[in-house]
């Protein structure tokens, strides 16, 4: 056992995760377009689509699923709702310790409310931060932390007279 020197490979590590080549891959490829998220499928196409020839298998479905979820558990990847409530990924963006949300429980949106929040985002952040630094003091690994605040967002109550049971 080595320690391992590839950045993904640590990242792995540090989340207990193995570092097989399907892992490597997924979140690899989620690094290195961090501005982007995918849907399960835009991932798995975009995966086939780069295989060399060295490693020409494609991902099945399943493991990727499999995969993704794990990869979200650890906090190495994030997920959200579109508005079409389709599950989009996207890698975690370094540094962040609190990703503020907010899921409509009528349009079923889910939306950062970093803007909406403004100063009180960097409240959130740092509060996150000593809440984390305290627990890992404690011993705790390889966490991540979701903030997600749920309710009616402000178009849904406006527009919407009487709200879905
Ligand atoms: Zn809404």
Redesign the pocket.
């Known amino acids: 056992m080595s320690t391992p020197s590839d950045p993904i490979d640590a990242l792995l590590s540090a989340h207990g995760l193995r570092r097989t080549a399907a892992a490597r891959r997924v979140l690899g490829w989620l690094l290195a377009h961090p501005d982007t998220s995918y849907t399960h499928a835009q991932l798995q196409a975009a995966l086939a689509g780069e295989g060399d020839a060295a490693d020409s298998a494609a991902l099945d479905r399943v493991t990727l699923y499999r995969l993704i979820d794990r990869l979200t558990q650890v906090g190495l990847l994030l997920c959200r709702v579109d508005a079409s409530r389709a599950r989009r990924y996207q890698a975690m963006p370094a540094g962040v310790h609190a990703m503020p949300h907010f899921e409509?429980q009528?349009?079923?949106?889910d939306s950062p409310l970093e803007n909406a929040l403004q100063a009180s985002a960097g409240d959130l952040d740092r509060a996150a931060q000593s809440a984390l630094e305290a627990l890992k003091a404690l011993g705790y690994q390889g966490m991540s932390l979701d903030f997600a605040v749920r309710g009616?967002?402000a178009?849904?109550a406006t527009s919407v007279k009487g709200l879905p049971a």
């Not at 009528?106 to 949106?109: E, K, L, W």
């Open positions: 409509c009528s349009c079923h949106r009616v967002c178009d849904c």
